[in-house]
Protein backbone atom coordinates (compact mmCIF):
# COMPACT_ATOMS: atom_id res chain seq x y z
CA UNK A 1 0.00 0.00 0.00
CA UNK A 2 2.85 2.65 1.06
CA UNK A 3 4.62 1.54 -1.55
CA UNK A 4 1.50 2.02 -4.20
CA UNK A 5 1.39 5.45 -2.80
CA UNK A 6 4.82 6.69 -3.06
CA UNK A 7 4.56 5.38 -6.81
CA UNK A 8 1.14 7.37 -7.20
CA UNK A 9 3.30 10.28 -5.83
CA UNK A 10 5.61 10.11 -8.17
CA UNK A 11 3.73 9.86 -11.48
CA UNK A 12 1.58 12.86 -10.39
CA UNK A 13 4.92 14.75 -9.88
CA UNK A 14 6.37 13.92 -12.72
CA UNK A 15 2.80 14.62 -14.60
CA UNK A 16 3.34 18.17 -13.05
CA UNK A 17 6.92 18.90 -13.80
CA UNK A 18 6.02 17.70 -17.50
CA UNK A 19 3.01 20.38 -17.10
CA UNK A 20 5.49 23.00 -15.69
CA UNK A 21 8.14 22.39 -18.70
CA UNK A 22 4.87 22.26 -21.06
CA UNK A 23 3.48 25.57 -19.97
CA UNK A 24 7.24 27.29 -20.35
CA UNK A 25 7.87 26.67 -23.46
CA UNK A 26 4.56 27.79 -24.19
CA UNK A 27 5.13 31.42 -23.59
CA UNK A 28 1.44 32.55 -22.51
CA UNK A 29 -0.12 30.35 -24.69
CA UNK A 30 -1.69 30.78 -27.55
CA UNK A 31 -4.29 33.37 -27.05
CA UNK A 32 -2.46 35.81 -25.93
CA UNK A 33 0.21 35.57 -28.51
CA UNK A 34 -2.24 36.04 -31.25
CA UNK A 35 -3.33 39.37 -29.29
CA UNK A 36 -0.13 40.41 -28.76
CA UNK A 37 0.56 40.04 -32.71
CA UNK A 38 -3.00 41.95 -33.73
CA UNK A 39 -2.16 44.48 -31.49
CA UNK A 40 1.30 44.70 -33.88
CA UNK A 41 -0.22 44.81 -36.64
CA UNK A 42 -2.45 47.38 -35.97
CA UNK A 43 -5.20 46.15 -33.28
CA UNK A 44 -8.33 44.67 -33.90
CA UNK A 45 -10.02 47.88 -35.15
CA UNK A 46 -8.24 49.17 -37.33
CA UNK A 47 -7.84 45.31 -38.89
CA UNK A 48 -11.32 45.10 -38.35
CA UNK A 49 -11.96 48.26 -40.48
CA UNK A 50 -9.96 46.74 -43.43
CA UNK A 51 -12.92 45.93 -46.29
CA UNK A 52 -10.85 45.88 -49.63
CA UNK A 53 -6.80 45.15 -50.11
CA UNK A 54 -5.08 45.93 -53.33
CA UNK A 55 -1.82 44.72 -53.88
CA UNK A 56 0.87 44.51 -56.65
CA UNK A 57 4.22 42.35 -56.18
CA UNK A 58 6.49 40.61 -58.05
CA UNK A 59 7.04 37.30 -57.39
CA UNK A 60 9.91 34.46 -58.27
CA UNK A 61 9.34 31.02 -58.04
CA UNK A 62 12.16 28.12 -58.23
CA UNK A 63 11.36 24.51 -58.22
CA UNK A 64 13.81 21.79 -56.32
CA UNK A 65 12.48 18.82 -58.27
CA UNK A 66 12.89 19.85 -62.20
CA UNK A 67 16.93 20.35 -61.25
CA UNK A 68 19.43 18.86 -64.47
CA UNK A 69 21.51 16.93 -61.26
CA UNK A 70 19.49 14.77 -58.89
CA UNK A 71 19.75 16.38 -56.13
CA UNK A 72 21.19 19.18 -57.44
CA UNK A 73 20.46 22.99 -58.03
CA UNK A 74 16.79 24.18 -58.11
CA UNK A 75 15.46 25.25 -61.47
CA UNK A 76 14.43 29.16 -61.51
CA UNK A 77 11.26 28.72 -63.10
CA UNK A 78 9.67 32.41 -63.64
CA UNK A 79 9.43 35.21 -62.26
CA UNK A 80 5.54 36.88 -62.21
CA UNK A 81 4.03 40.34 -61.45
CA UNK A 82 0.43 39.96 -59.71
CA UNK A 83 -1.80 42.93 -59.55
CA UNK A 84 -4.06 41.22 -56.75
CA UNK A 85 -7.38 42.59 -55.03
CA UNK A 86 -9.29 41.35 -52.30
CA UNK A 87 -13.18 41.60 -51.49
CA UNK A 88 -12.86 40.86 -47.40
CA UNK A 89 -16.80 41.12 -46.73
CA UNK A 90 -17.54 39.39 -50.26
CA UNK A 91 -14.54 36.61 -49.86
CA UNK A 92 -13.27 36.92 -53.43
CA UNK A 93 -10.00 37.69 -54.66
CA UNK A 94 -8.78 38.23 -57.48
CA UNK A 95 -5.14 38.07 -59.27
CA UNK A 96 -3.89 39.14 -62.89
CA UNK A 97 -0.75 37.26 -63.63
CA UNK A 98 1.88 38.24 -66.03
CA UNK A 99 4.47 35.03 -65.39
CA UNK A 100 7.28 35.51 -67.70
CA UNK A 101 8.85 31.80 -67.69
CA UNK A 102 12.53 30.37 -67.72
CA UNK A 103 12.02 26.74 -67.29
CA UNK A 104 11.06 24.66 -68.99
CA UNK A 105 10.92 26.99 -71.91
CA UNK A 106 11.21 30.86 -71.95
CA UNK A 107 7.38 31.85 -72.62
CA UNK A 108 5.10 34.48 -71.01
CA UNK A 109 1.81 33.61 -69.62
CA UNK A 110 -0.94 36.33 -69.03
CA UNK A 111 -4.41 35.10 -66.81
CA UNK A 112 -6.31 36.06 -64.38
CA UNK A 113 -7.70 34.20 -61.20
CA UNK A 114 -10.50 34.59 -59.02
CA UNK A 115 -11.11 32.71 -56.03
CA UNK A 116 -14.58 32.57 -54.01
CA UNK A 117 -15.42 30.15 -51.15
CA UNK A 118 -17.19 28.30 -53.70
CA UNK A 119 -15.37 28.29 -56.68
CA UNK A 120 -12.29 29.40 -58.67
CA UNK A 121 -11.94 30.83 -62.31
CA UNK A 122 -9.16 31.06 -64.33
CA UNK A 123 -9.50 33.63 -67.63
CA UNK A 124 -6.54 33.44 -70.48
CA UNK A 125 -3.67 30.76 -70.69
CA UNK A 126 -1.99 29.67 -67.22
CA UNK A 127 -0.36 26.21 -68.55
CA UNK A 128 1.05 24.20 -71.58
CA UNK A 129 -1.30 21.03 -69.80
CA UNK A 130 -4.62 22.99 -70.76
CA UNK A 131 -7.86 20.98 -69.74
CA UNK A 132 -10.31 19.92 -72.66
CA UNK A 133 -12.98 22.95 -71.21
CA UNK A 134 -9.65 25.44 -71.84
CA UNK A 135 -8.86 23.89 -74.57
CA UNK A 136 -12.82 24.85 -76.11
CA UNK A 137 -13.23 27.83 -74.46
CA UNK A 138 -13.13 31.07 -76.75
CA UNK A 139 -11.55 33.03 -75.09
CA UNK A 140 -9.66 30.92 -73.14
CA UNK A 141 -10.83 30.30 -69.66
CA UNK A 142 -11.88 27.46 -67.23
CA UNK A 143 -12.65 26.64 -64.10
CA UNK A 144 -10.71 25.53 -61.13
CA UNK A 145 -10.56 21.73 -60.26
CA UNK A 146 -11.21 21.75 -56.50
CA UNK A 147 -7.89 20.80 -55.64
CA UNK A 148 -6.76 23.86 -57.38
CA UNK A 149 -9.28 26.02 -55.04
CA UNK A 150 -8.59 24.15 -51.87
CA UNK A 151 -4.75 25.00 -52.13
CA UNK A 152 -5.34 28.79 -53.28
CA UNK A 153 -7.77 29.12 -50.66
CA UNK A 154 -5.45 27.79 -48.37
CA UNK A 155 -2.37 30.06 -49.66
CA UNK A 156 -4.68 33.24 -49.68
CA UNK A 157 -5.38 32.34 -45.99
CA UNK A 158 -1.80 31.94 -45.14
CA UNK A 159 -0.66 35.31 -46.87
CA UNK A 160 -3.47 37.20 -45.59
CA UNK A 161 -2.92 40.08 -43.72
CA UNK A 162 -5.83 39.17 -41.97
CA UNK A 163 -5.20 36.19 -40.61
CA UNK A 164 -4.77 37.38 -36.64
CA UNK A 165 -8.04 38.72 -37.03
CA UNK A 166 -9.58 35.74 -38.49
CA UNK A 167 -7.68 33.70 -35.27
CA UNK A 168 -8.60 36.33 -32.44
CA UNK A 169 -12.34 36.09 -34.00
CA UNK A 170 -12.07 31.94 -33.55
CA UNK A 171 -10.32 31.23 -30.19
CA UNK A 172 -12.04 27.64 -30.71
CA UNK A 173 -9.61 26.78 -33.03
CA UNK A 174 -6.42 28.06 -31.90
CA UNK A 175 -3.91 25.96 -29.65
CA UNK A 176 -0.78 26.31 -28.16
CA UNK A 177 2.15 24.43 -29.31
CA UNK A 178 5.40 24.44 -28.69
CA UNK A 179 8.24 26.78 -30.21
CA UNK A 180 9.45 25.78 -32.88
CA UNK A 181 12.97 25.90 -33.92
CA UNK A 182 13.54 26.65 -37.40
CA UNK A 183 17.87 26.98 -37.98
CA UNK A 184 19.22 28.93 -34.87
CA UNK A 185 15.82 31.07 -33.93
CA UNK A 186 13.09 29.80 -31.80
CA UNK A 187 9.93 30.73 -32.12
CA UNK A 188 6.33 30.95 -29.67
CA UNK A 189 3.66 29.48 -31.86
CA UNK A 190 0.16 28.49 -32.26
CA UNK A 191 -2.38 25.93 -34.62
CA UNK A 192 -5.22 27.32 -36.07
CA UNK A 193 -7.54 24.99 -37.74
CA UNK A 194 -8.53 26.35 -40.80
CA UNK A 195 -9.18 25.47 -44.61
CA UNK A 196 -9.40 21.49 -43.66
CA UNK A 197 -5.77 22.27 -42.46
CA UNK A 198 -3.19 22.83 -39.57
CA UNK A 199 -1.40 26.03 -39.74
CA UNK A 200 1.31 26.35 -37.06
CA UNK A 201 1.62 30.25 -36.84
CA UNK A 202 5.15 31.33 -35.17
CA UNK A 203 5.94 34.82 -33.71
CA UNK A 204 9.14 37.24 -33.42
CA UNK A 205 9.81 37.53 -29.79
CA UNK A 206 10.94 41.34 -29.94
CA UNK A 207 7.99 42.23 -31.80
CA UNK A 208 5.72 39.70 -31.39
CA UNK A 209 4.32 40.29 -35.27
CA UNK A 210 3.85 36.78 -37.03
CA UNK A 211 7.15 35.56 -38.81
CA UNK A 212 5.94 32.31 -40.22
CA UNK A 213 3.03 30.34 -40.87
CA UNK A 214 4.05 26.93 -41.29
CA UNK A 215 2.03 24.10 -43.35
CA UNK A 216 2.93 19.91 -42.77
CA UNK A 217 2.98 19.10 -45.97
CA UNK A 218 3.30 15.51 -48.73
CA UNK A 219 6.03 16.01 -51.18
CA UNK A 220 6.02 12.80 -53.76
CA UNK A 221 9.64 13.10 -53.89
CA UNK A 222 10.43 14.35 -50.47
CA UNK A 223 7.77 12.47 -48.46
CA UNK A 224 6.84 14.70 -45.34
CA UNK A 225 8.24 18.29 -45.67
CA UNK A 226 7.16 21.98 -44.17
CA UNK A 227 6.38 24.64 -46.12
CA UNK A 228 6.21 27.91 -44.35
CA UNK A 229 5.47 31.63 -45.28
CA UNK A 230 8.01 33.83 -44.05
CA UNK A 231 7.03 37.22 -43.53
CA UNK A 232 9.35 40.23 -42.73
CA UNK A 233 9.61 43.66 -43.67
CA UNK A 234 6.60 44.87 -41.97
CA UNK A 235 5.25 48.68 -43.10
CA UNK A 236 2.22 50.94 -41.94
CA UNK A 237 -0.76 51.00 -44.65
CA UNK A 238 -3.57 52.83 -43.30
CA UNK A 239 -2.62 51.71 -39.78
CA UNK A 240 -2.09 48.14 -40.49
CA UNK A 241 1.06 46.68 -40.49
CA UNK A 242 1.38 44.73 -43.86
CA UNK A 243 4.32 42.35 -44.49
CA UNK A 244 6.00 43.49 -47.62
CA UNK A 245 8.66 40.65 -48.23
CA UNK A 246 6.30 36.94 -48.40
CA UNK A 247 8.97 33.95 -48.55
CA UNK A 248 7.93 30.50 -48.75
CA UNK A 249 10.67 28.01 -47.99
CA UNK A 250 10.27 24.37 -48.69
CA UNK A 251 12.05 21.74 -46.25
CA UNK A 252 13.83 25.00 -45.14
CA UNK A 253 14.95 25.85 -48.94
CA UNK A 254 12.98 29.51 -50.43
CA UNK A 255 11.07 28.63 -53.55
CA UNK A 256 8.96 31.37 -53.69
CA UNK A 257 9.90 35.04 -52.95
CA UNK A 258 7.31 37.83 -53.21
CA UNK A 259 7.91 41.15 -52.84
CA UNK A 260 5.02 43.67 -52.58
CA UNK A 261 5.64 46.51 -54.11
CA UNK A 262 2.56 48.59 -53.35
CA UNK A 263 -0.59 48.13 -50.49
CA UNK A 264 -3.90 49.97 -50.94
CA UNK A 265 -6.39 49.59 -48.10
CA UNK A 266 -9.72 50.28 -48.99
CA UNK A 267 -9.62 51.27 -52.40
CA UNK A 268 -12.91 51.04 -54.16
CA UNK A 269 -12.81 47.75 -56.46
CA UNK A 270 -15.45 47.26 -58.89
CA UNK A 271 -17.65 44.18 -58.16
CA UNK A 272 -17.46 42.37 -61.72
CA UNK A 273 -13.96 42.40 -61.43
CA UNK A 274 -14.38 39.70 -58.43
CA UNK A 275 -17.32 37.63 -60.15
CA UNK A 276 -17.17 34.36 -62.01
CA UNK A 277 -19.19 34.20 -65.17
CA UNK A 278 -22.13 31.88 -64.56
CA UNK A 279 -20.45 29.55 -67.41
CA UNK A 280 -17.82 28.85 -65.25
CA UNK A 281 -19.44 29.16 -61.72
CA UNK A 282 -22.51 26.60 -62.23
CA UNK A 283 -21.44 23.58 -61.42
CA UNK A 284 -18.15 24.67 -60.61
CA UNK A 285 -16.58 22.04 -57.70
CA UNK A 286 -16.11 23.59 -54.39
CA UNK A 287 -12.93 23.43 -52.37
CA UNK A 288 -11.52 19.79 -52.06
CA UNK A 289 -12.20 18.88 -48.79
CA UNK A 290 -9.27 16.19 -48.26
CA UNK A 291 -6.62 14.71 -49.74
CA UNK A 292 -5.53 17.27 -51.45
CA UNK A 293 -1.99 16.97 -53.16
CA UNK A 294 -1.25 20.39 -52.46
CA UNK A 295 2.95 20.66 -53.46
CA UNK A 296 1.70 18.83 -56.58
CA UNK A 297 -0.73 21.48 -57.27
CA UNK A 298 1.30 24.62 -55.92
CA UNK A 299 4.13 23.29 -57.92
CA UNK A 300 3.36 22.32 -61.47
CA UNK A 301 2.02 25.78 -61.00
CA UNK A 302 5.41 27.44 -60.80
CA UNK A 303 6.91 25.91 -64.14
CA UNK A 304 3.24 26.46 -66.22
CA UNK A 305 2.53 22.58 -66.77
CA UNK A 306 -0.51 22.14 -63.97
CA UNK A 307 -3.20 20.41 -65.54
CA UNK A 308 -6.22 21.18 -63.18
CA UNK A 309 -7.94 18.45 -63.20
CA UNK A 310 -9.46 16.82 -59.67
CA UNK A 311 -7.45 13.75 -60.81
CA UNK A 312 -3.89 15.02 -60.95
CA UNK A 313 -2.79 12.33 -63.62
CA UNK A 314 -5.52 13.16 -66.09
CA UNK A 315 -8.19 15.45 -67.10
CA UNK A 316 -11.56 14.30 -65.83
CA UNK A 317 -13.46 16.57 -68.32
CA UNK A 318 -11.39 14.44 -71.26
CA UNK A 319 -11.06 11.00 -70.17
CA UNK A 320 -12.81 8.41 -67.42
CA UNK A 321 -9.83 6.61 -66.34
CA UNK A 322 -6.00 5.96 -67.28
CA UNK A 323 -5.95 2.61 -69.77
CA UNK A 324 -3.40 0.15 -71.34
CA UNK A 325 -2.54 0.48 -75.19
CA UNK A 326 -0.84 -2.69 -75.86
CA UNK A 327 2.03 -1.99 -78.76
CA UNK A 328 3.66 -5.44 -78.57
CA UNK A 329 3.25 -9.08 -77.53
CA UNK A 330 3.20 -8.17 -73.84
CA UNK A 331 4.04 -4.52 -73.89
CA UNK A 332 1.75 -2.34 -72.61
CA UNK A 333 1.55 1.74 -72.55
CA UNK A 334 0.12 3.43 -69.88
CA UNK A 335 -1.82 6.12 -71.45
CA UNK A 336 -4.98 8.54 -70.66
CA UNK A 337 -3.02 11.00 -68.59
CA UNK A 338 -0.51 13.76 -68.90
CA UNK A 339 1.96 10.89 -67.95
CA UNK A 340 2.88 7.28 -69.33
CA UNK A 341 4.44 4.45 -68.24
CA UNK A 342 5.85 1.46 -69.88
CA UNK A 343 5.04 -2.16 -69.36
CA UNK A 344 6.83 -4.94 -70.51
CA UNK A 345 6.08 -8.56 -69.23
CA UNK A 346 8.84 -11.28 -69.01
CA UNK A 347 8.54 -14.71 -68.27
CA UNK A 348 7.79 -14.87 -64.43
CA UNK A 349 7.08 -10.68 -63.83
CA UNK A 350 7.20 -7.07 -65.54
CA UNK A 351 9.19 -4.48 -65.63
CA UNK A 352 7.80 -0.80 -65.12
CA UNK A 353 9.28 2.26 -66.62
CA UNK A 354 8.27 5.70 -64.74
CA UNK A 355 6.70 6.01 -62.23
CA UNK A 356 4.45 9.47 -62.91
CA UNK A 357 3.03 11.50 -60.68
CA UNK A 358 2.15 9.69 -57.28
CA UNK A 359 1.28 6.63 -55.82
CA UNK A 360 -2.34 7.07 -56.83
CA UNK A 361 -1.04 6.56 -60.38
CA UNK A 362 1.18 3.99 -59.30
CA UNK A 363 -1.60 1.78 -57.68
CA UNK A 364 -3.69 2.48 -60.53
CA UNK A 365 -1.14 0.69 -62.48
CA UNK A 366 -0.21 -1.78 -60.28
CA UNK A 367 -3.81 -2.71 -60.15
CA UNK A 368 -4.41 -3.21 -63.79
CA UNK A 369 -1.26 -4.67 -64.26
CA UNK A 370 -2.64 -7.83 -61.23
CA UNK A 371 -5.88 -7.96 -63.34
CA UNK A 372 -4.07 -8.48 -66.37
CA UNK A 373 -1.01 -10.49 -65.32
CA UNK A 374 -1.79 -12.35 -62.42
CA UNK A 375 0.89 -13.48 -60.58
CA UNK A 376 3.49 -11.54 -62.06
CA UNK A 377 5.09 -8.88 -60.06
CA UNK A 378 6.70 -5.98 -61.07
CA UNK A 379 10.73 -6.60 -60.23
CA UNK A 380 12.15 -3.62 -61.93
CA UNK A 381 11.26 -0.13 -62.32
CA UNK A 382 13.22 1.84 -64.21
CA UNK A 383 13.29 5.84 -63.76
CA UNK A 384 14.41 7.40 -66.77
CA UNK A 385 14.90 10.39 -64.25
CA UNK A 386 14.69 11.84 -61.42
CA UNK A 387 11.89 14.88 -61.91
CA UNK A 388 9.05 14.62 -59.49
CA UNK A 389 6.51 14.12 -62.52
CA UNK A 390 8.04 10.98 -63.83
CA UNK A 391 9.40 9.07 -60.48
CA UNK A 392 6.85 10.75 -57.93
CA UNK A 393 5.41 7.62 -57.39
CA UNK A 394 8.12 5.27 -56.93
CA UNK A 395 7.09 4.37 -53.51
CA UNK A 396 4.15 2.18 -54.26
CA UNK A 397 6.87 0.26 -56.67
CA UNK A 398 9.47 -0.20 -54.29
CA UNK A 399 6.31 -1.15 -51.65
CA UNK A 400 5.80 -4.20 -53.95
CA UNK A 401 8.93 -5.16 -54.12
CA UNK A 402 10.58 -3.99 -56.94
CA UNK A 403 14.26 -3.02 -57.82
CA UNK A 404 14.56 0.37 -58.87
CA UNK A 405 16.97 1.31 -61.92
CA UNK A 406 18.34 4.21 -62.07
CA UNK A 407 21.04 6.93 -64.07
CA UNK A 408 24.34 7.16 -63.53
CA UNK A 409 25.20 9.27 -60.34
CA UNK A 410 21.73 9.17 -58.53
CA UNK A 411 22.06 6.45 -56.18
CA UNK A 412 22.43 8.51 -53.67
CA UNK A 413 19.80 11.13 -53.88
CA UNK A 414 17.21 8.27 -54.20
CA UNK A 415 18.75 6.50 -51.11
CA UNK A 416 17.48 9.47 -49.06
CA UNK A 417 14.53 9.97 -50.97
CA UNK A 418 13.26 6.28 -49.89
CA UNK A 419 14.67 6.87 -46.25
CA UNK A 420 12.58 9.55 -46.18
CA UNK A 421 9.33 9.51 -44.17
CA UNK A 422 6.23 9.91 -46.04
CA UNK A 423 3.61 9.73 -43.03
CA UNK A 424 1.44 11.84 -45.13
CA UNK A 425 1.53 9.91 -48.53
CA UNK A 426 -2.48 9.68 -49.27
CA UNK A 427 -2.08 6.58 -51.50
CA UNK A 428 0.65 4.54 -49.13
CA UNK A 429 0.98 3.57 -46.04
CA UNK A 430 4.10 4.21 -44.27
CA UNK A 431 6.86 1.51 -44.35
CA UNK A 432 10.59 1.14 -44.69
CA UNK A 433 11.71 1.56 -47.64
CA UNK A 434 15.61 2.83 -46.80
CA UNK A 435 16.61 -1.18 -48.08
CA UNK A 436 14.85 -0.93 -51.49
CA UNK A 437 17.48 -2.46 -54.04
CA UNK A 438 18.86 0.11 -56.50
CA UNK A 439 20.83 -0.81 -59.56
CA UNK A 440 22.60 2.14 -61.24
CA UNK A 441 23.09 2.06 -64.66
CA UNK A 442 26.33 3.75 -66.15
CA UNK A 443 26.01 3.15 -69.75
CA UNK A 444 23.65 -0.03 -70.61
CA UNK A 445 21.99 -2.81 -68.60
CA UNK A 446 19.88 -5.58 -69.28
CA UNK A 447 17.43 -6.98 -67.29
CA UNK A 448 16.76 -10.83 -69.21
CA UNK A 449 15.42 -14.00 -68.19
CA UNK A 450 14.64 -17.35 -69.93
CA UNK A 451 11.79 -15.40 -71.87
CA UNK A 452 12.82 -12.27 -73.21
CA UNK A 453 15.61 -9.01 -72.78
CA UNK A 454 14.89 -5.01 -71.75
CA UNK A 455 17.73 -3.14 -72.01
CA UNK A 456 18.20 0.51 -70.58
CA UNK A 457 20.57 3.00 -72.06
CA UNK A 458 21.97 6.23 -70.79
CA UNK A 459 21.67 8.98 -73.08
CA UNK A 460 24.50 11.28 -72.09
CA UNK A 461 24.58 13.81 -73.00
CA UNK A 462 21.21 15.51 -73.03
CA UNK A 463 20.10 18.71 -72.07
CA UNK A 464 17.16 17.77 -70.09
CA UNK A 465 18.41 15.79 -66.93
CA UNK A 466 22.15 14.32 -66.00
CA UNK A 467 21.69 10.64 -66.14
CA UNK A 468 18.93 10.03 -68.08
CA UNK A 469 17.57 6.17 -69.58
CA UNK A 470 15.89 4.90 -72.27
CA UNK A 471 14.57 1.90 -72.38
CA UNK A 472 14.36 -0.94 -75.09
CA UNK A 473 12.81 -4.14 -75.92
CA UNK A 474 14.99 -5.83 -79.04
CA UNK A 475 12.12 -8.70 -79.83
CA UNK A 476 9.42 -6.21 -80.33
CA UNK A 477 12.27 -3.01 -81.66
CA UNK A 478 9.99 -0.79 -79.23
CA UNK A 479 11.71 2.17 -77.49
CA UNK A 480 10.50 4.30 -74.24
CA UNK A 481 11.60 7.75 -74.41
CA UNK A 482 10.50 10.29 -71.38
CA UNK A 483 10.90 14.22 -71.90
CA UNK A 484 14.10 14.21 -74.50
CA UNK A 485 10.80 13.04 -77.28
CA UNK A 486 7.12 13.20 -76.91
CA UNK A 487 6.04 10.83 -79.78
CA UNK A 488 2.96 11.06 -81.38
CA UNK A 489 3.28 15.11 -82.33
CA UNK A 490 4.54 16.51 -85.81
CA UNK A 491 8.32 16.40 -85.65
CA UNK A 492 10.03 19.57 -86.21
CA UNK A 493 12.23 20.48 -89.50
CA UNK A 494 15.14 19.73 -87.85
CA UNK A 495 16.76 18.06 -84.62
CA UNK A 496 16.84 20.21 -81.44
CA UNK A 497 19.49 19.28 -78.83
CA UNK A 498 17.16 17.02 -76.61
CA UNK A 499 15.96 14.90 -80.06
CA UNK A 500 19.52 15.02 -81.05
CA UNK A 501 20.86 13.69 -77.82
CA UNK A 502 18.27 10.79 -78.18
CA UNK A 503 19.37 9.97 -81.92
CA UNK A 504 23.26 10.10 -80.93
CA UNK A 505 22.20 7.43 -77.92
CA UNK A 506 20.79 5.02 -80.35
CA UNK A 507 23.43 5.00 -82.89
CA UNK A 508 25.52 4.80 -79.65
CA UNK A 509 23.73 1.83 -78.62
CA UNK A 510 23.35 -0.16 -81.76
CA UNK A 511 20.54 -0.45 -81.76
CA UNK A 512 17.56 -0.51 -83.92
CA UNK A 513 13.82 0.86 -83.04
CA UNK A 514 11.06 0.86 -85.02
CA UNK A 515 8.72 2.79 -82.70
CA UNK A 516 9.37 4.65 -79.37
CA UNK A 517 6.82 4.73 -76.71
CA UNK A 518 6.70 8.35 -74.90
CA UNK A 519 6.52 9.01 -71.08
CA UNK A 520 4.37 12.19 -72.52
CA UNK A 521 2.95 11.60 -75.63
CA UNK A 522 1.91 8.56 -77.43
CA UNK A 523 4.14 6.50 -79.86
CA UNK A 524 6.01 7.58 -82.87
CA UNK A 525 8.18 5.91 -85.65
CA UNK A 526 11.81 6.79 -84.81
CA UNK A 527 13.01 6.13 -88.59
CA UNK A 528 11.35 9.72 -89.66
CA UNK A 529 12.78 11.46 -86.29
CA UNK A 530 16.52 9.73 -86.99
CA UNK A 531 16.09 11.09 -90.64
CA UNK A 532 16.51 14.52 -89.54
CA UNK A 533 20.39 13.96 -88.77
CA UNK A 534 21.91 16.29 -90.37
CA UNK A 535 18.99 18.88 -91.96
ZN1 LIG B 1 11.87 15.76 -66.91
Not at 17 to 37: E, H, K, N, T
Not at 479 to 486: K, L, Q
Amino acid sequence: MKRKRAATTLAVSLVIALIVVACASMSGGGPDLVARGLQAQGGADALTAVKTISQKATVRYWEPEQSAVAGGEMRFANESTLDMVTDVAGGASRMDWVRKYEYPAPRTDTFSEIVTADAGYVAGIDSSGRTKQSLESNPPAHTMSGLRLAAAQRELLRTSPLLLLEMSRNPDRVAPTRDVTVGSASYPAVTYQAAGQAFTVMFERATGLPARVRTLDYDNIWGDVTYDLVLADWQAVNGVRVAMSQKYELNGRTVVDARITEVKINEPVAADRLAIPAAYRDGAPGPAARNVPYQWVIRRQFIGIYLDSDVPSFDRRATQSLRLVELGPGIQHVVGGSHNSLVVLMKDSLVVFDAPVSDWQSNWTLSALRAKYLGKPVKYLVLTHHHMDHAGGLRAYASAGATIVVGKGTTEHYRRVLAAPYTRNPDLSPQDLSHTPIVEVADRYAIIDSAREVQVYAIEPNPHAQGLLIGYVPDAKVGFVTDIWSPGGPLPDKLNPALAALVAGVKKAGIAPVKFAGGHGSTGDYAPLAALEGK
